[in-house]
């Protein structure tokens, strides 16, 4: 079992930028994908950035060149840095940890609040 906790969210100007952490209460492997989500109010939760073993990344086109996830495995910790941010980036962001390929199992973080003013 892992357990996954947020932090760094907050209340931000439009343009600001915000540092995002999420630490795990066991260890990261190394082949475990590790992700941000997030859900803004009456919306489904939508996929933000992934980072993959040897520092592989995705990132949502709306993100792209604003947004950029790390981790340190020593730390089994991973990152969102969030620059230029935007009033439309208001959400709920969640950690989320897979871990394996076959029967793959998730693990969810409790989420912290991003607000963006304008």
């Known amino acids: 079992q892992v357990q996954l906790v947020e932090s760094g969210g907050g209340l931000v100007q439009a343009g600001g930028s915000l540092r995002l952490s999420c630490a795990a209460s066991n260890t990261v492997f190394s082949s475990d994908v590790m992700g941000w989500y997030r859900q803004a109010p009456g919306k489904q939760r939508e996929l933000v950035a992934l980072?993959?073993?040897?520092?592989?990344?995705n990132y949502a086109d709306s993100v792209k060149g604003r947004f950029a996830i790390s981790r340190d495995n020593a730390k089994n910790t991973v990152y969102l840095q969030m620059n230029s941010l935007k009033p439309e980036d208001t959400a709920v962001y969640y950690c989320?940890?897979?871990?394996?390929?076959?029967?793959?199992?998730?693990?969810w973080g409790q989420g912290t609040q991003v607000t963006v003013s304008s």
């Open positions: 980072i993959r073993s040897g520092g592989t990344t």
């Open positions: 989320n940890l897979k871990r394996g390929i076959l029967n793959s199992i998730y693990y």
